[in-house]
């Protein structure tokens, strides 16, 4: 499994539809300061599902939308697109490339799909558990992040690695099936004492 492509449109600096194609192997991006090195790694994140807009580099979610420059006007979306060569099937889906793509406009609201079928954000964040890039984006380690994760507590450094290796989607499963048992039983006593109630 490796990236193939992202494209962006309307996402940060890039305006118009920007495509970035990867090889297997290692990709570098180099540009002067201020260019968008770092909005394509935002790019990345986004389209994965982030949802905070901290990890975006913004105040608010709406801030990854182009919000115009002295020669352009500000946009009402922001789309990107991400390719993955699954050929080695490592994403639980029968598909050999898989196209991840969310929608954001300035009113609000995302919009996600798979492979062009309009989807939720639990289903990319499933699709994507097991391939070791989960909801907590670990996967990505910006400018200054290396620092927190060196000197992370034996939990939270636990924490990363449980993610990585794919069994936080099977604890987050756990937590909630625990939930639903909590509440079954509590309806389970309430019922009782109706029952109990009416003989
Ligand atoms: P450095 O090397 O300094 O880290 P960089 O190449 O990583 O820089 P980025 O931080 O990716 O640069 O890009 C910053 C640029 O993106 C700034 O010029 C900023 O104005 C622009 N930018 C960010 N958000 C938006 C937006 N919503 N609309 C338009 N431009 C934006």
Same mark, same amino acid.
């Given at each position: 499994?490796?990236?193939?492509?992202?494209?962006?449109?309307?996402?940060?600096?890039?305006?118009?539809?920007?495509?970035?194609?990867?090889?297997?192997?290692?990709? *570098?991006?180099?540009?002067?300061?201020?260019?968008?090195?770092?909005?394509?790694?935002?790019?990345?994140?986004?389209?994965?599902?982030?949802?905070?807009?901290?990890?975006?580099?913004?105040?608010?979610?709406?801030?990854?939308?182009?919000?115009?420059?002295?020669?352009?006007?500000?946009?009402?979306?922001?789309? %990107?697109?991400?390719?993955?060569?699954?050929?080695?099937?490592?994403?639980?889906?029968?598909?050999?490339?898989?196209?991840?793509?969310?929608?954001?406009?300035?009113?609000?609201?995302?919009?996600?799909?798979?492979?062009?079928?309009? *989807? !939720?954000?639990?289903?990319?964040?499933?699709?994507?558990?097991?391939?070791?890039?989960?909801?907590?984006?670990?996967?990505?380690?910006?400018?200054?992040?290396?620092?927190?994760?060196? #000197?992370?507590?034996?939990?939270? !450094? !636990?924490?990363?690695?449980?993610?990585?290796?794919? %069994?936080?989607? #099977?604890?987050?499963?756990?937590?909630?099936?625990?939930?639903?048992?909590?509440?079954?039983?509590?309806?389970?006593?309430?019922?009782?004492?109706?029952?109990?109630?009416? !003989?």
């Amino acid at each position: 499994m490796y990236l193939k492509s992202l494209t962006m449109r309307g996402f940060k600096s890039f305006a118009s539809a920007t495509t970035l194609a990867f090889e297997p192997g290692i990709t *570098c991006i180099v540009g002067p300061n201020g260019s968008g090195k770092s909005n394509v790694v935002d790019a990345l994140a986004w389209v994965m599902g982030e949802q905070g807009a901290k990890s975006l580099r913004g105040g608010k979610m709406e801030d990854v939308i182009f919000a115009g420059t002295s020669g352009r006007p500000p946009l009402g979306r922001a789309e %990107v697109s991400l390719t993955i060569d699954n050929t080695d099937g490592a994403l639980p889906i029968e598909y050999a490339e898989v196209t991840i793509s969310r929608t954001m406009f300035r009113n609000g609201g995302s919009e996600y799909a798979i492979n062009g079928t309009g *989807c !939720r954000l639990l289903d990319v964040q499933e699709l994507l558990s097991d391939s070791g890039i989960g909801r907590e984006m670990h996967v990505i380690v910006g400018q200054g992040q290396l620092d927190t994760i060196l #000197h992370a507590t034996a939990e939270d !450094r !636990r924490g990363f690695i449980e993610e990585a290796a794919g %069994v936080l989607k #099977h604890r987050k499963r756990k937590e909630k099936a625990l939930r639903k048992l909590e509440s079954t039983e509590g309806n389970l006593t309430r019922l009782t004492d109706l029952l109990s109630e009416i !003989r």
